[in-house]
């Protein structure tokens, strides 16, 4: 699990500044998505991984303003 925190903070931290409080709000939030990938039966930690980089950019940058949703 340390190692997919540590890749997206990593990966986030290429592009932009990541505070300790950002930091910390988006380690608890990629452990949270990943405890809960695992407790659904996700074993694979490249598609946890996957789905857990885009974690803190989401969180302090909000969604990708060129999607609706719909």
């Known amino acids: 699990m340390d190692e997919i ?5 990593y990966t986030y931290g290429l592009t932009r500044e990541l505070d300790a409080t950002r930091s910390a709000q988006s ?10 990938s695992g407790a ?4 694979d930690t490249q598609s946890v991984g996957i789905l857990c980089a885009g974690v803190p ?7 990708d303003p060129r999607f609706t949703g719909c």
């Open 5 to 9: 925190v540590d890749h997206a903070l």
């Open 57 to 63: 950019e989401r969180m302090h940058e909000g969604p």
């Open 27 to 36: 380690e608890r939030k990629i452990i949270d998505i990943s405890t809960s």
């Open 40 to 43: 659904a039966g996700q074993n």
